[in-house]
């Protein structure tokens, strides 16, 4: 858990904002009892999360991959291949879908932008992180390796039995 105290108000008010301006359907599921705070969630996303990454394609496809992310600073880092079709998607359209479902447990859903992360301390720092996690740099496993933070322009967090998942996983925020 990286996140500032800063990090993490700003994650409550995208949180906040998301499901008040969410469907009605929407807030039918995902009721007051089925939510989680910034708090909470970024206490349950630690380590690596599977994550379900959605791009278009440049004739307006959608298309949808699996990609291994780490919440960082109240946001997904996820990495691929420059000669990956998601990178080509991410370079020409950067707006993303990105989900992580695990189960019917707990689940983020978010909209946004991907940004490659450019070379430099923030960089360096995801890059110590993914290090430390798979005990060698992500940009050693291949010749043109891009990782890239989600910009979230709208997201909700999802606990079918919060307080039952937040005492089973050791959560007391």
């Known amino acids: 858990m990286l996140e500032t105290p800063d990090e993490t108000a700003a994650l409550q008010a995208l949180l906040d904002a998301s499901h008040a301006k969410a469907s009605g359907h929407l807030r039918s599921i995902i009721d007051d009892d089925r939510t989680l705070t910034a708090e909470q969630l970024v206490a349950l996303l630690t380590g690596m999360k599977v994550l379900s990454v959605a791009t278009v394609t440049a004739a307006g496809e959608p298309r949808i991959s699996a990609l291994d992310g780490h919440f960082l600073h109240g946001t997904w880092t996820f990495g691929t291949s420059g000669t990956s079709a998601k990178a080509k998607h991410l370079a020409a359209r950067p707006a993303v879908s990105v989900a992580h479902v695990d189960g019917e447990e707990l689940a983020l859903f978010s909209h946004g ?26 940009y050693s496993w291949g010749d043109d390796i891009r990782m890239y933070r989600l910009r979230m322009t709208w997201a909700v967090a999802y606990a079918f039995k919060r307080d039952e998942l937040l005492r089973t996983r050791g959560v007391t925020a």
């Open 113 to 138: 932008r991907a940004e490659l992360i450019e070379p430099g301390p923030d960089r360096d720092e995801v890059d110590a992180h993914w290090t430390a996690h798979y005990g060698s740099s992500p």
